[in-house]
């Protein structure tokens, strides 16, 4: 009894101490807040402290946070390197147009100094704080070029078009996951909000590679990182133009599909058939083959239910044949998950 109990108090404690790191991290950065919340219901769905369910939510747990740092830090790198291109192209265009216009050539001239020296900066907190602290100026200065010049005007406007294009390219490159080159957790979020507000039905895929851990333990993650690239490549071959293909995190991925329930199963025969197999993969220093298979689910959405909602089915039907004794089968009943 006196074992029982401390084990219970562990897990409760494990189990603040992980809730914690998630607000944490949805306080760091609030934009991929929603990546956690798997790792909240992860602690949630664990009932008894046994200890399988221990090192299953264990591992989990080890899994969110690490793609979510790798995430997190994917997103802060291209927003500052967005955010440099901007300012140094506002810093050329003041440049220019002091050069052109001497009534204001020492106010652009000084202007253009400071967004250079703010490029400069290391991160964009910084970034931030330095135009933050010349925004007066800045504002000072972009009135008077409104009034000076109609020219300049349209200048400036031109390089807004150019600016408000080198946002959207930062936004797609935030939602592709690096390693892939397939939507990342962000970029499916989106898909599956956008399909939702559509109001038409879809079906969702989940694959969960089998034994994926071990070619990393065994062969590294270099080996590792060119089997998920190999499969994430042949997983694209076989979707259509209305599909929409996406790393998960790890080893899991999806595919979003206007097919309905019949349709969705020819197509996983299709990716058992075309996309399971033998892959000849690079470990840095010569190749091996290995036998790659995946468990996977479906789930499709009834109309009404939240996107984690869907996502906890299909992931159930995947778990559900990922534990089965012949994990290749693929009976409807298998990887189906009613409504």
């Not at 909240?40 to 402290?49: K, R, T, Y």
């Not at 309905?260 to 033998?278: P, Q």
């Not at 959405?301 to 996107?307: C, L, N, P, T, V």
């Amino acid at each position: 009894m006196v074992v029982d109990e401390l084990v219970g108090a562990a897990l409760k404690r494990y189990r603040s101490a992980v809730v914690a790191i998630c607000k944490a991290c949805t306080r760091a950065v609030p934009i991929l807040g929603p990546d956690v919340q798997n790792t909240l219901q992860a602690i949630d769905s664990i009932g008894s402290p046994d200890l399988p369910s221990i090192e299953r939510m264990g591992s989990e747990v080890e899994t969110q946070l690490e793609d979510w740092g790798d995430r997190a830090a994917q997103y802060h790198q291209t927003n500052t390197e967005a955010v440099k291109e901007i300012l140094v192209a506002v810093a050329r265009m003041a440049g220019t147009i002091g050069e052109t216009d001497q009534r204001y050539a020492d106010q652009l001239g000084d202007l253009s100094h400071r967004l250079l020296a703010a490029a400069q900066l290391a991160n964009l907190v910084d970034i931030r704080e330095c135009v933050t602290r010349n925004a007066t100026a800045l504002s000072e200065t972009a009135t008077a070029l409104m009034k000076s010049s109609q020219d300049s005007v349209a200048g400036l406007r031109a390089e807004v078009v150019r600016y408000e294009t080198l946002l959207r390219e930062s936004e797609r490159r935030s939602c592709l996951d690096s390693l892939t080159g397939l939507q990342n957790r962000r970029g499916i979020e989106r898909e599956l909000q956008s399909r939702i507000q559509e109001r038409k039905r879809f079906c969702i895929l989940i694959l969960d590679l089998n034994g994926f851990k071990k070619v990393n333990d065994t062969h590294g993650h270099v080996a590792g990182d060119d089997l998920l690239k190999q499969f994430a490549g042949e997983l694209n071959t076989q979707c259509e133009a209305t599909d929409f293909a996406g790393r998960l995190g790890g080893d899991e991925f999806i595919v979003i599909s206007n097919r309905d329930l019949e349709d969705t199963g020819a197509f996983l025969n299709r990716i058992r058939s075309w996309v399971f197999g033998d892959y000849k993969i690079n470990k840095g220093q010569g190749f091996l083959t290995a036998h790659l298979t995946a468990a996977a689910g479906i789930a499709e959405w009834d109309g009404q239910e939240s996107i984690p909602s869907l996502l906890s089915r299909a992931d159930q039907a995947m778990y559900r044949e990922k534990t089965s004794s012949d994990p290749n089968n693929g009976a409807r009943q298998r990887y189906f998950v009613p409504a």
